[in-house]
């Protein structure tokens, strides 16, 4: 019995592994090109179509399932940035910088966003991160160092838009020589926070 159960332990941690590297290999293929078929995705995982199909029913279910792990991500990032900084313009530095690197491993979902035939509740997922951040952004609202035209809707569409036009900088190739994680921090902190605010925080760092 003991060695029954050894072995379903065994072949529960190979299912986990070829799920997590179907979701890679997709994220790797769909980078490049959304287009590509799922026999692409089993090609660069080193599986057969069949074992993908054994994971995932279809290109949707892969798709929701790398935007549910990205969610995972980027809700560690927010976690990550409370946790290790203080100070809530620091906090923010670290959440808006870590987000664009983490962001620039999943390029093709900004894209995937404002196309037509996408999955219903692709968007949906994102609540959860939202909801987090509005919490986030209202703590450090609180303290009194936003700027009191900024909202939290105003300032999530800002956040939604420096990550995007970081992406478009890439995508151009705009973003050779530059620190571009330096410059969407730069733009989104004069949006959102007083100057007074930005002066402490810069004098202490």
């Known amino acids: 019995m003991a060695s029954l159960v050894g072995l379903s332990g065994i072949k529960d941690i190979c299912l986990k592994n070829t799920y997590e590297n ?24 080193g599986i057969s179509r069949m074992t993908l199909h054994r994971h995932f029913c279809g ?7 790398i935007v549910e792990d ?6 560690l990032v927010l976690n990550q940035a409370e946790k290790d900084q203080d100070e809530p313009v620091q906090q923010m530095e670290c959440l808006v910088k870590n987000t664009h690197r983490l962001i620039e491993d999943y390029n093709f979902l900004f894209d995937l966003f404002e196309q037509k035939g996408r999955p219903e509740d692709l968007v949906e997922r994102f609540k959860r991160f939202e909801d987090l951040f509005e919490a986030f952004f209202v703590t450090i609202q609180a303290k009194g160092v ?3 035209t900024i909202d939290f809707r105003w ?14 900088m890439k995508q151009k190739g705009f973003d050779q020589d530059v620190d571009l994680a330096a410059m969407i921090w730069d733009a989104y902190q004069s949006a959102i926070f007083t100057p007074e605010a930005i002066d402490e925080y810069n004098a202490r760092v």
């Open 22 to 45: 179907i979701i890679n290999a997709a994220v790797c293929v769909w980078n490049e090109d959304y287009s590509a078929p799922l026999k692409s995705i089993a090609k660069e995982a």
């Open 59 to 65: 290109r949707d279910a892969i798709l929701l399932a």
């Open 70 to 75: 990205f969610i995972e991500k980027i809700v």
């Open 146 to 148: 936003i700027k009191p």
């Open 155 to 168: 300032a999530n569409a800002l956040f939604e838009g420096v990550m995007k036009s970081g992406f478009r």
